[in-house]
């Protein structure tokens, strides 16, 4: 009996890839609105959409952003964790849908982790109407 070949979708190295591609695009994405917005700026997308610059050092909502400055070490670390948990997920073999859902996780953990690390926040850069989502720093 001949085991089917395996399709390049489920392939682990595919998976990483496409996570390091989200975090590649949500870092120039970061990047563009740095440069292009003044921090504090929103912009009316879509009825459900604001196009946004925030400076979040907290997490999710902002939650824990006014805890004088521990939170990013703690933030680091979980982000850390995670990615390192979504890649070992991600070295079996999954259905498609699932194995999507954890590479945009692990992008945008990756590329959050990376933010925090090296600017000490998150730029948010899409919230929705009628939440702040951010510190304007």
Known sequence: MRSSPRS???????????????????????????????????IPLT????????????????????AGGWQRYFFIVIALVVSIVLALILRKRRAKSEALGYSLILGGAVGNLIDRAFRGHVIDYLNRPGFRGGLNS
Do not use: Q
């Open 47 to 66: 009825p459900f959409f604001n196009l946004v610059h925030f400076w979040n050092t907290g997490a999710a909502f902002s939650f824990l952003a006014d």
């Open 8 to 42: 390049p979708l489920v392939a682990p190295g595919f998976w990483w890839m496409l996570s390091l591609a989200i975090a590649s695009a949500d870092l120039a994405l970061k990047s563009a609105i740095t440069g292009s917005l003044p921090v504090g700026t929103v």
